[in-house]
């Protein structure tokens, strides 16, 4: 169970993408500057002003993309990770109980055993159900950085919008009916202001969301080392394993492998993007 989180946000202003022979330029829409008026329409109650941002990665130019688009890439990945923590956080909770860790009349999965931790759960999994796991995020992964040519899509590093996920129903033959975002349809149409509105309170939460899986995943490891669950009268069930860890060691010549795969795989899909610059002629 792994969980990053990015450090800074934030949104607008311009810069000109080097026009290439068949496409059409792109305005890129973050600065430093944007992230400061983000933070001031968005305030926390932490006690500082400006935007938290120990490291300075607002100025940073990752990959010689420029710093907008770093900024781009930054934004995106808070928003990201914090929807990945607050799906982590509620499913830490749900399979804490005995609705889910409980006994089932068909079995979850060949091995399954109640009355065991989340991470027990986890562990517990034939490596091939884990590989279709990844599989399935990693199709998932794809598909919201632009592979397929989603129609209207705009890289986050191009002036797209962060955390904009395309649109995936119909997609894989027909195979995938639902959107991932309101996938019965059933949310009313938003005005400019609720959609902002509902973008602050997305970043708020899923930073919220980060601390809090963290928390728990802490305190099963250590107990005691969150004391707020103690003065809750919330006991979060202790793991004695290695929650960063993977099932077979990092030496294993199917991981080696696989490792070599999924790299290479992301490497073709950053040039695709146009995250990696290329080679001149």
Same mark, same amino acid.
């Given at each position: ?5 990015? &450090? ?21 829409? $973050? ?12 305030? #926390?109650? &932490? ?22 688009? #770093? ?39 060949? /091995? ?7 991470? $027990? ?18 199709? &998932? ?18 002036? /797209? =919008? ?22 019965? /349809? ?7 202001? $609720? =959609? ?11 930073? &919220? ?9 802490? $305190? ?24 960063? /860890? ?10 080696? =492998? ?24």
């Amino acid at each position: 169970m792994k969980t990053a989180a990015a &450090l800074v946000v934030g949104v607008a202003s311009a810069f000109q993408m080097p026009t290439t022979p068949g496409r059409p330029a792109t305005v890129m829409h $973050e600065t430093k500057a944007d992230l400061v008026a983000l933070c001031e329409k968005n305030p #926390t109650a &932490l006690p500082f002003e400006g935007i938290w941002d120990p490291l300075g990665c607002a100025d940073y130019n990752f990959w010689g993309l420029g710093n907008e688009a #770093t900024i781009g890439y930054l934004r995106h990945a808070e928003i990201k990770h914090g929807r990945v923590a607050m799906a982590g956080f509620l499913g830490f909770c749900a399979q804490s109980t005995p609705l889910v860790a409980g006994e089932h009349i068909i079995q979850p999965y060949r /091995g399954y055993v109640p009355g065991v931790t989340p991470q $027990e759960q986890w562990d517990n999994i034939p490596l091939i159900g884990k590989l279709q796991i990844l599989v399935f995020v990693g199709m &998932l992964e794809s598909y919201g950085e632009g592979a397929g040519s989603p129609a209207g899509y705009v890289h986050y590093t191009k002036g /797209g =919008k962060p955390g904009y996920y395309p649109p995936i129903a119909g997609q894989a033959f027909g195979q995938i009916p639902f959107d991932l975002f309101d996938p019965f /349809g059933i949310l009313p149409e938003q005005s400019a202001a $609720e =959609k902002e509105r509902g973008l602050f309170a997305e970043i708020n939460n899923g930073r &919220l969301a980060m601390i809090g899986l963290f928390s728990v995943l802490a $305190e099963s490891a250590v107990p005691g080392s969150n004391p707020q669950y103690k003065i809750f009268a919330v006991t979060i069930p202790p793991y004695d394993g290695n929650i960063m /860890g993977s099932t077979l060691p990092l030496d294993d010549p199917f991981l080696v =492998k696989l490792f070599a795969v999924l790299a290479v795989c992301g490497f073709f899909q950053q040039i695709t993007n146009g995250a990696v610059p290329k080679l001149p002629k």
